[in-house]
């Protein structure tokens, strides 16, 4: 059973930056793809970056230009970092671990961005 354990949220003023980071309890490189979704009240889980075991990202188009996905496979970290942010990128963030046939979650990082 794989542990995600995301940090790096908080309050932050519009035009502002944030790391967000999402540590495995085992190696990450076995996995298909790692991602982060986020969901804003009353709003559905949205996917926003994914990145594949080969390194390639997409990336949803509200955040094209402004997030960047990395991984760190010795550390077994997941990061998004997230530049110029806009108020409505207030969510929580979670963390996503996919193999075939299999899914696994962080508890959720909230993330705040005022006016």
């Known amino acids: 059973q794989v542990q995600l354990v995301e940090s790096g949220g908080g309050l932050v003023q519009a035009g502002g930056s944030l790391r967000l980071s999402c540590a495995a309890s085992g190696s990450i490189f076995s996995f298909v793809t790692l991602a982060w979704y986020r969901q804003a009240p009353g709003k559905q889980r949205e996917l926003v970056a994914v990145i594949a075991r080969g390194g390639s990202t997409n990336y949803a188009d509200s955040v094209k230009g402004r997030f960047t996905i990395s991984r760190d496979n010795a550390k077994n970290t997941v990061y998004l970092h997230m530049n110029s942010l806009k108020p409505e990128d207030t969510a929580v963030y979670y963390c996503?671990?996919?193999?075939?046939?299999?899914?696994?979650w962080g508890q959720g990082t909230q993330v705040t961005v005022s006016s």
């Open positions: 996503n671990a996919h193999l075939i046939g299999a899914d696994y």
